[in-house]
């Protein structure tokens, strides 16, 4: 069995662009998702919560960022540290670092409780 797809790198072709967050997916079909997250910056604005359908794996590649939940518990995110987000967890980003760009890799799932 061959594979027909050549590798790629999760660090290859970043925007330049620090006025917005970019979102690339990189895989995607009916029961996963993965997408590259690059921000300069950026955070979720402060009446705003994700409340996703699906659960969420995350990890900062490089940056930083922080995370509050519903409820007021904030995690610190730095290179290397993830999170598993249950769906309908109620959360936001409040900080990326303006200072250097923050790459995330997000997985979105269905675990076996949300079919």
């Known amino acids: 069995m061959s594979v027909n ?3 790629k790198n999760i660090f290859d072709k970043l925007i330049a662009d620090r006025s917005q967050e970019v979102f ?3 895989e995607e079909s009916n029961s ?3 997408e590259r ?3 300069f910056g ?3 604005p402060s009446d705003f919560w994700y409340d996703q359908e699906e659960s969420e794996w ?6 930083y960022a922080e995370l509050e939940f ?3 518990e904030i995690h610190k995110l730095g290179k290397g540290d993830y999170i598993n987000i249950p769906a309908r967890q109620k959360h936001r980003v409040i900080h990326t670092s303006p200072e250097e760009k923050t790459i995330w890799l997000a997985v979105f799932y269905k675990s076996e409780y949300e079919q």
């Open 5 to 7: 797809q050549r590798p």
């Open 24 to 26: 690339d997916i990189l």
């Open 32 to 34: 996963i998702k993965i």
């Open 37 to 39: 997250i690059v921000s």
């Open 42 to 44: 950026q955070k979720s």
């Open 58 to 63: 995350v990890i900062v590649l490089e940056g």
């Open 70 to 72: 519903e409820g007021g």
